[in-house]
């Protein structure tokens, strides 16, 4: 089975555009772009799956002039993304207080704070990590943006599903490996 890099752990984007997009593929979870990278680079994987552009954000970091410059692009793949309000308990939405989540799920669901202004953003490293700081801190009142899927797999509850700005929101993967000389 070939392995293939993505942002990880389980249940990120970049995994699950890999398990929709290469079924075949055994994933490596890295903490981030430049790890996959040099992963591929030093053979430890085959191929990587790298976000390289999102419909509202736009281009993710430099990753495309980086694959332009040093890779194969295999192919590219439109992933569907859909975020999902989650707490450690089923509470109303008045009741959250604050919410964690990575900054670009922080900037692909601006109506939803801006329709629930008592509730704080808090940008995290990653939606993983805000996930961990949720169950961790155990209190009622503070909320992650997260896939259903990682929430779901965490045991945490989501409290309002589809709350990204535009339903149609997507982010585009590259496959990729290395130049073969």
Same mark, same amino acid.
């Given at each position: ?11 990120? =984007? ?6 929709? !997009? ?14 996959? =990278? ?40 439109? !992933? ?32 939803? =704070? ?68």
């Amino acid at each position: 089975m070939n392995k293939v890099g993505v942002l990880g752990p389980q249940f990120t =984007f970049h995994d699950l555009a890999a398990k929709a !997009f290469l079924p075949a593929h055994e994933p490596i979870y890295f903490q981030d772009f430049n790890a996959i =990278f040099s992963a591929l680079e030093e053979g430890l994987i085959e191929s990587a799956l790298i976000a390289v552009y999102n419909s509202l954000a736009g281009s993710v970091g430099h990753n495309k002039e980086r694959i332009a410059k040093h890779y194969r692009l295999m192919s590219t793949h439109d !992933f569907p993304i859909h975020l999902c309000l989650g707490a450690i308990k089923r509470i109303e939405l008045n009741e959250i207080k604050q919410v964690y989540s990575h900054a670009m799920a922080i900037k692909e669901t601006q109506k939803f =704070f801006q329709q629930h202004p008592y509730i704080i953003p808090k940008i995290d490293k990653s939606t993983s990590e805000s996930i961990t700081k949720v169950k961790e801190d155990k209190t009622a009142s503070t909320g992650v943006i997260a896939s259903a899927e990682a929430i779901e797999a965490a045991e945490l509850v989501c409290l309002k599903a589809h709350i990204e700005d535009h339903s149609r929101n997507y982010t585009t993967f590259a496959h990729i490996a290395l130049v073969q000389d």
